[in-house]
Every structure is written in C-alpha cells, then in structure tokens.
C-alpha cells in the first residue's frame, strides 16, 4: 500500500510539474511568436480596403493600378534611392487569396529622365527586380538604384546588372552627353515571367490621372 501511495504521489508531483511549466512565461511566448511570424505573412492579414479578392475584370485592373500608385514613395538608403509600392491580394485560381507578388514575381518601373531629346525621345529608364513584399505586408519594397555606382559610368544607352543585395536590372535609351539628374515615373508593369498571366501595365495617362503630381527620383 505504501508503494502505490508513494507511486501515486509521484505521478501526480509530475503531473503537477509539467502543467507549471507549459503555464510558464517561455511556452506562451513562444507559441504566440510562432502564430504572428505566419499570420503576417497571410494574406489575409492584409489592410481590409487591399484586398481586391472579390474583384474581376476591369474593377480588378483599376483597383490594382490605383493601388500601386497611392502607396508609391520615393525611399532612400546607403544602397540608393528607390520607390516603394502599394500592395495588394487577389483571388488566386483555386479560389484563395494571394498576394500581388505571388502572381507576379517581377516589377518594373518606367522613368523618362530630364534632359535633351535623342530623335525626338526624353531618356528613359527601366529599373526592373523581384517583386517583394516590405517587412509591412502592404507595401512592395524598393527597388534600390545605385546611384554613386551609375553617374560613375561612362554615359551610355544600355543595361546594367546589379547583383548586391537585390538583384536589380537598369535599362538606359536616348541618353546624351550626361545623366539625367531627375527622373519622372512614366508607368509600372507586374510580370509573370512564366507567361500564365498577363501583365499588369500601368501606362503614362494612368500614372497622370492617380497620381495627380510626378513622383521623381534625383540622382
């Protein structure tokens, strides 16, 4: 009797033991860090006025485009300038949300540079680089254009690759003797590279009528 009394009671001390420690501030911590690293990254959790889930067509492309361009800010950092996005959620085709860069990996934005025209064409610009989410799930981050390192190359039409950090590519056409100093956002494009969905193109007229007033980059 007495063994199964001591038997008994040790159980239970454990018993008791274990629960203390599931009740301790380390298990709750832990637990509640792992459900808010996965919630943030739900599309779900997006801002209730982004999520265009229930739109199609062309109330879906409108929303999207006026997205994109009320969250654009010109951003800097010691990798440059660039410019943040607005983001948003879709319906994916199995019928559950997704994020924009989920769909399209690739963004590219559009700048004409200030300057002298070659054949009747300003400077262009395209920055091109993965589509990714900011640390706040309704932003797309920057794209970083290395400005120290551009206005250190011979002036010139042609493509750049950059590979620190995020891997950026720069387009030039019709520049002259000089870089452009500042440089005018002329449209956005969303790309699939895989070609399953088609493009979200943001042209001139529509960045005019959203945006109201340029958004400039100075190099």
């Known amino acids: 009797m007495k063994t199964l009394t001591t038997c008994l ?10 629960l203390l420690s599931w009740q301790s501030r380390e298990f709750p ?5 792992w459900t808010n690293a996965n919630s943030r990254r739900d599309p779900a959790s997006i801002q209730r006025n982004y999520d265009f889930s229930k739109l199609e067509g062309s109330a879906l492309s409108y929303a999207a485009k006026q997205r994109l361009l009320d969250g654009a800010e010109v951003v800097h950092s010691a990798s440059g300038v660039g410019v943040e996005l607005g983001h948003f959620v879709i319906r994916g085709q199995d019928g559950q949300k997704e994020f924009a860069c989920q769909r399209y990996p690739t963004v590219v934005m559009i700048f004409d540079g200030e300057g002298s025209a ?14 990714d989410m900011s640390s706040d799930i309704n932003r797309i981050s920057a794209l970083y254009i290395p400005v120290a390192r551009i206005i250190g190359e011979p002036v010139a039409d042609g493509e750049f690759d950059f590979r620190e950090g995020k891997q950026i590519k720069l387009r030039f056409a019709n520049v002259s003797d000089q870089w452009p100093k500042t440089w005018q956002l002329r449209g956005i494009k969303l790309v699939d590279p895989s070609g399953k969905y088609s493009e979200l193109n943001v042209q001139p007229d529509e960045v005019r009528e959203i945006l109201k007033k340029p958004l400039t980059l100075t190099f």
């Open 118 to 131: 070659v054949g009747g064409e300003l400077p262009r610009m395209e920055v091109e680089g993965a589509c």
């Open 9 to 18: 009671g040790l159980i239970v001390f454990f018993a008791a033991g274990f």
């Open 29 to 33: 911590v832990e637990v509640a860090n």
